[in-house]
């Protein structure tokens, strides 16, 4: 059986480590695709404007 203060510190583990769980599924999920994707858009984006700008000369 566990007492109060064991019982206390379980709660408060499982709750940081589902915590970080969750935070680590967000971040992998959302996050981190949508920087990829950000990047990828303005790196076209910027390879555009070069090229319409070579192509103005």
Do not use: R
Request: glycine share 8%; charged share 15%; hydrophobic share 60%.
């Amino acid at each position: 059986m566990l007492d109060f203060s064991q019982f206390s510190g379980l709660v408060l583990f499982m709750f940081i480590f589902t915590a970080g769980f969750w935070l680590l599924i967000f971040l992998l999920t959302f996050v981190v695709p949508y920087w990829i994707g950000g990047t990828l858009w303005e790196n076209f984006k910027l390879k555009q404007e070069a090229k319409k700008a070579a192509n103005g000369k």
